[in-house]
């Protein structure tokens, strides 16, 4: 894989000529801290369910058949999530990562799956792939969403699916046979029982193991048309198969047209859905064309380039955990998904090991990402839009949820709401639609225990920004008793080190800092804003809080 690396790294650097100087020129403020993908604070949000930016519930393409609770559009999109973060909401949370879901045009009608009619409010129902979906905004918006973001150091991860195209309805003709399947289902007993293979009834699956060359749908042709841009569409689709000499697949078709928001928009990730549901070189050869892709956007706008960070992939392998290292099992074959094009799995593991103390979670995670997992990362979460069983259903553990979540080692990922005690239990809802309510506004601005849980994730939110160490680092303990520890991180010339001191008691306390800071050196306490001097290796503080943040006074 380094090799790999390596040599599109090589391949990409006459991208790169002239980079340099133009950055000088008129590049973006840098940022004090590097920021580290493995170290990031990453907020997943539901497009269409987080803001409206005018509170008026738009609806296009006649979607307005009456659909189960919560299975139809909300009214939020790319402005409203603009404009928080103009207001500075994701920088108080210590945000410096956004991941939305879909926002690509989506069929245009409604399906019921046995939970209720249900548009594409999700994302996840493809139409066309080379249009956004009016509902969720336009093209524009999301070039002002991605401009506002990195004047933040926000990065913007998009949501790809490459394994399914959307259901069928009398609105949205089946893709031609060469395209897709309609069946079997999935047993999801075998690999090829996962990959080849429908998840569900009606959901069209992509041939992605296929390399035989097939047309465009004759109703995408005809759809581009009737908007007139059907010559660029084909002049565009006709560079990227002779640059690249792949043959019109159905796998690489949609992996350009993932890759033009890369190019055009500048976006620096991507989260991969339904990953283990496709054949494993889809990916690789996806992860090749976002490298390129994103080498082509920081040559046409060297201004705007943050760093020399490259394009980041996170796969959605569902039930991939942290325990089994690089390898997913299917029971008859093993795959490396980090070889095959990902720097980062989601971690369905965490949930689990968050149920156990600190310690146990911390040198877990510590010792598997600086082993067999070196290099490489995983994504943690708590609750999110699929996930039926999560650590804390009824909001009764906010705060610890937080404290856990925000200093594992790892990515964290929170999904919009766990910061507020967003309510995952909807009555009236079916399925995965109690875990898709809209973002609650209301109660953060009026809730004093909404605030307070607010306010807790904010001050741990921003020491892990502030601290690559926490997610990319070294963990070790340092006494059990208060439970302290340090986080140590080092890359090339840059260094960075924490302590970290939890559940402790309120008022006075001595925290040992272990060899981590050494006497006399001023620490602040980010929790309490207070500073204290290092003497015979402890600190002391005198707080109302029971947590203990500290950092090198600068």
């Known amino acids: 894989m380094k090799k790999q690396a390596l040599a599109i790294t090589l391949a990409l650097s006459s991208l790169f000529c002239g980079y340099t100087n133009a950055q000088k020129k008129g590049s973006p403020k840098k940022e004090t801290t590097p920021f580290v993908w493995e170290g990031a604070n990453l ?7 987080f803001n409206d930016d005018n509170n008026k519930k738009e609806i296009y393409f006649d979607r307005t058949k009456t659909t189960g609770k919560l299975r139809g559009f909300e009214g939020g999109n790319i402005k409203g999530i603009t404009k928080k973060i103009e207001e500075g909401y994701f920088t108080k949370l210590g945000i410096n990562a956004i991941w939305l879901t879909p926002i690509v045009e989506q069929i245009h009608d409604g399906v019921d799956e046995g939970t209720g009619l249900s548009y594409g409010f999700h994302g996840y129902w493809a139409k066309d792939w080379t249009a956004l979906d009016p509902n969720f905004g336009t093209k524009k918006d999301l070039a002002e969403l991605v401009k506002k973001a990195h004047a933040k150091g926000i990065r913007i991860v998009l949501d790809g699916v490459i394994n399914h195209t959307g259901p069928v309805t009398a609105n949205d003709p089946v893709w031609p046979s060469e395209w897709v399947r309609t069946s079997p289902q999935c047993d999801y007993k075998t690999f090829e029982g996962t990959t080849a293979c429908t998840l569900v009834a009606n959901l069209p699956d992509v041939k992605t193991e296929s390399e035989k060359e097939v047309a465009l749908p004759p109703f995408l ?49 991507y989260r991969a859905d339904t990953v283990k549901h496709t054949d494993e070189k889809v990916w690789a050869a996806f992860q090749k064309e976002c490298n390129y892709a994103f080498g082509v956007w920081k040559k046409n706008n060297p201004s705007k380039v943050l760093d020399n960070n490259s394009f980041y992939t996170i796969a959605e392998v569902y039930n991939y955990g942290i325990s089994a ?43 598997k ?74 109660a953060i601005k009026t809730n004093p225990e909404t605030q307070k849980t607010l306010a807790h994730w904010q001050k741990l939110g921003q020491f892990r920004k502030n601290h690559p160490a ?85």
């Open 325 to 367: 290292g690089q390898e997913f099992d299917f029971g008859d074959k093993k795959i490396n998904y980090y070889q095959n094009g990902f720097n980062n799995m989601i971690n369905f593991e965490f949930k689990w090991d968050a149920q156990k103390d600190y310690e146990f979670i911390f040198s877990k995670y510590s010792s």
């Open 221 to 269: 042709i005809e759809k581009w048309k009737k908007e007139g841009r059907y010559e660029k569409e084909m002049a565009s689709l006709d560079a990227f198969f002779k640059r690249t000499g792949y043959p019109r697949a159905p796998k690489y078709y949609i992996i350009k047209w993932l890759t033009d928001y890369i190019v055009e928009f500048g976006i620096d990730g």
């Open 369 to 442: 990402l600086n082993d067999e997992l070196q290099g490489y990362s995983v994504l943690n979460y708590l609750s999110s839009h699929d996930d039926g069983g999560p650590f804390d259903a009824k909001r009764e553990k906010t705060i610890e949820s937080g404290t856990k979540l925000l200093l594992s080692p790892g990515i964290s990922q929170v999904y919009y709401g766990d910061e507020s005690g967003r309510s995952l239990v909807i009555e009236g809802t079916q399925g995965d639609a109690t875990l898709r309510s809209f973002m609650n506004w209301k």
């Open 470 to 554: 926490i997610g990319a680092g070294v963990h070790k303990q340092i006494s059990a008793t208060p439970y302290t520890f340090s986080r140590y991180f080092s890359n090339g010339n840059f260094t960075d080190q924490v302590v970290i001191a939890l559940d402790v008691n309120l008022g006075a306390k001595e925290i040992p800092v272990g060899t981590i800071f050494a006497d006399g050196t001023l620490l602040r306490d980010a929790y309490s804003n207070q500073e204290a001097k290092v003497t015979n290796g402890k600190v002391s503080i005198n707080s109302n809080f029971t947590f203990v943040l500290l950092e090198a006074k600068k």
């Open 43 to 49: 907020y997943f949000l539901l497009t269409d369910r």
